[in-house]
């Protein structure tokens, strides 16, 4: 069990999707083999995952962007909570300086949540931050563009500020100039020496999972391409709706696996021609090394599971998702991926992505150059820099307790 046996751990991530809390949940099972304790806050679709699986966790209160028609509602947004974010905040962090005070941590990980940090400052808790966008950017448009320069300036200032706030910045990631979200990572040079490049964390690394053989409705033969839906529902839905109809219409040469994400529906498998549809596949990553390409939105996490798995991409991003057109814009710049608007997806537009990416052995050599590069075991170099923490900490070489809120 060594150092960390018995130690209280505070994890801490988004709760929208499962993206976060998915990324957090590898190390804290490897932290509770170790022998420590583990205590999660979230909200949303991450606690009832958690909740789910049984783990322990508390909730805590959250600020939403509000979503039309699967794309982010700038404009809604910044009227339904622009006034309201000050305080919500401050809210934010009182729920988590109760639960902190309560659990008794030694050490915070926060994954892209900035309440965390500012209360384990204000109690004086080391605080490792997985993040990969350390700015976030505002999306823009001509109808709203003052609006979203002026909010742009404000996340740079307080949003990357605040980050700075952690003993360590822990970047889940390939590093340059392979890093996939190297357009978000614009981390100023004063701190700089905060960050490291960890390596991507899996729930399931290739090595360790077994390849799908009896799919559900599928034969055998031609190449199949894995759609997995991911992100919050009104995000998705628009997108599996656009989806169905166009992969009935694929040539029958492709077997094509759709995961809508929605485990509470009937789990029984339904096949249009070459589609098969399945409400939720359990154990995503057998599918995932079974597939020859994967269709999927353009998460942080889902391109580097599906880029670990050696798989080419066709990505396409949450309309008015700045990270995700980032990302997607950077797989494809490494030459690993295909990218496509939402708006512009039609039958044509797909295949001729899908027949690019299945078709070319340029993707399948970049990825295997881009995974050569890793740092090695995201979750163990994780729990690596917590044993570094604590270790500080015992030395009283962390950052002292804030003063002031």
């Known amino acids: 069990m060594g150092r960390l046996e018995g130690v209280r751990i505070y994890i801490s991530p988004c709760g929208l999707g499962l993206g976060h809390v998915s990324r957090c949940l590898p190390i804290a099972e490897e932290l509770r083999r170790r022998g420590a304790e583990i205590l999660f806050s979230t909200y949303q679709e991450g606690l009832e ?60 990980i926060s994954d892209t949540r900035l309440s965390s940090i500012f209360a384990a400052r204000l109690l004086g808790l080391p605080t490792a931050l997985i ?54 990572l614009r981390i100023p040079k004063r701190h700089r020496d905060l960050a490291r490049f960890v390596g991507p964390i899996l729930q399931k690394r290739p090595e360790e999972c077994e390849e799908a053989v009896d799919l559900p409705g599928i034969d055998e033969g031609d190449p199949l391409i894995l759609a997995s839906i991911s992100g919050p529902e009104k995000e998705r839905i628009p997108l599996i709706s656009k989806l169905i109809p166009i992969l009935r219409e694929f040539p029958r040469s492709y077997r094509i696996l759709l995961s809508m994400g929605m485990p509470r529906l009937d789990p029984r498998p339904r096949t249009y021609g070459p589609l098969t ?45 700045t990270e995700q057109y980032a990302n997607a814009r950077r797989a494809k710049e490494l030459g690993i991926a295909e990218a496509l608007h939402q708006g512009d997806l039609t039958r044509d537009n797909l295949l001729r992505a899908v027949e690019m990416v299945t078709g070319l052995d340029t993707y399948r050599e970049r990825i295997r150059e881009i995974t050569s590069t890793s740092p090695g075991d995201g979750v163990l170099n994780t729990i690596k820099a917590v044993e570094e923490l604590l270790a500080r900490r015992s030395i009283g070489n962390i950052k002292p307790p804030a003063t002031t809120c």
Not at 77 to 93: E, H, I, R, T, Y
């Open 131 to 184: 993040l990969n966008q350390f700015q976030p950017i505002v999306p823009r448009s001509r109808k709203n563009f003052n609006l979203s320069k002026i909010a742009d300036g404000v996340l740079l200032t307080l949003i990357g500020g605040g980050w700075t706030l952690s003993d360590m910045l822990l970047i889940p990631d390939f590093p340059e100039p392979y890093t996939i979200s190297l357009d978000l």
């Open 277 to 321: 549809i399945l409400p939720w596949l359990p154990d995503r990553f057998r599918y995932l090394k079974a597939c020859d390409a994967v269709i999927s939105r353009a998460g942080h996490g889902t391109i580097l599971q599906n880029l670990c798995y050696g798989k080419p991409q066709i990505l396409i991003p949450t309309p008015g998702h």
């Open 49 to 108: 995952y958690l909740k789910k699986i049984g783990f322990p966790v508390v909730s805590a209160p959250y600020m939403r962007m509000e979503v039309l028609d699967g794309r982010i509602d700038l404009k809604m947004s910044s009227v339904k909570g622009g006034l309201k974010a000050p305080p919500s905040f401050l809210n934010q962090v009182r729920v988590e300086l109760e639960h902190m005070r309560g659990f008794e941590p030694e050490i915070v």
